[in-house]
């Protein structure tokens, strides 16, 4: 997951420089207090992310099978 780049806090340049989608709804209008997002301001969360992975199944997949396939994951 943090490999890729994608859906992490990092690398989105709207919440780096703290852009809502409509001023209106910004966030970071309303604080009281001054908001860090920088690249070790979240360490858990990137933690968790450097230990993540998907696993992209079909919705059809039967049970069973969805069992043996994810046997050997989170080991």
Not at 6 to 30: D, E, F, I, M
Not at 44 to 49: E, F, G, K, Q, V
Request: aromatic letters at 6%; glycine letters at 6%; a positive charge.
């Amino acid at each position: 997951m943090i490999d890729t780049g994608r859906h992490v806090y990092t690398n989105w340049q709207s919440v780096l420089v703290k852009r809502a989608h409509h001023p209106g709804l910004n966030p970071h209008r309303w604080a009281q207090r001054e908001v860090d997002y920088g690249p070790q301001s979240c360490p858990n969360t990137l933690d968790i992310l450097a230990r993540s992975c998907t696993v992209e199944l079909v919705p059809e997949i039967p049970t069973p099978a969805f069992k043996l396939i994810t046997r050997g994951l989170g080991r």
